[in-house]
């Protein structure tokens, strides 16, 4: 059965299709809620608070060819709320982060890149992980973002550039 599919019958009341499409989502929007929240608790509560707005306003939901986005929308504004009441800054040196990294997270990430995609600010954050982690295009992130595609590409342009700096001088430190 397609997603379209699926996402009709969530729509409808059907709590078994909403699982399956949560199922399909869920490493991916874990991804998202580790890098905002840096660490597995506050991932994991912004995941489940997602989840459980997602489900009881699915019927809101305007067209089912964009649940993904409109589910990733609900976790990005889930997890600066969540940031915004904690307001706090939690500093970790290399190996302690390491030592968090989440199964769900791919063994081959290298772990200066997500340290450095964590440090970034909020929006440019969110364009990265909208482009990299996720694969949107440049339209869909201005789209979910509600700004120009010009203003998303000089982010993205942006931010790798600043990420590379930042790797270069951490090779040239160590």
């Known amino acids: 059965?397609?997603?379209i599919k699926k996402?009709?019958?969530a729509k409808k009341g059907n709590n078994k299709a909403f699982q399956e499409l949560i199922e399909k989502e869920?490493?991916?929007l874990?991804?998202?809620a580790y890098v905002y929240m840096k660490n597995e608790e506050d991932a994991l509560e912004v995941?489940?608070?997602t989840v459980y707005k997602a489900f009881i306003s699915i019927k809101n939901l305007k067209d089912e060819r964009y649940f993904s986005t409109w589910l990733t929308r609900i976790l990005i504004n889930t997890a600066?709320?969540?940031l915004n009441k904690k307001k706090r800054i939690i500093p970790m040196d290399r190996e302690i982060l390491e030592s968090k990294i989440d199964p769900y997270l791919p063994s081959e990430t290298d772990p200066d890149l997500l340290h450095a995609v964590i440090e970034l600010d909020e929006k440019y954050k969110t364009v990265l992980i909208l482009r990299f982690y996720k694969d949107y295009t440049v339209k869909?992130?201005?789209e979910l973002l509600d700004c120009?595609?010009?203003t998303v590409k000089t982010n993205i342009h942006r931010e790798v550039n600043l990420l590379r700096e930042i790797l270069k001088e951490d090779c040239v430190h160590e």
């Open 1 to 3: 059965m397609s997603d």
């Open 7 to 9: 996402v009709q019958r």
């Open 26 to 28: 869920k490493v991916k």
């Open 30 to 32: 874990y991804k998202i």
């Open 47 to 49: 995941f489940q608070e």
């Open 80 to 82: 600066l709320d969540l």
């Open 140 to 142: 869909q992130i201005a």
């Open 148 to 150: 120009p595609e010009g």
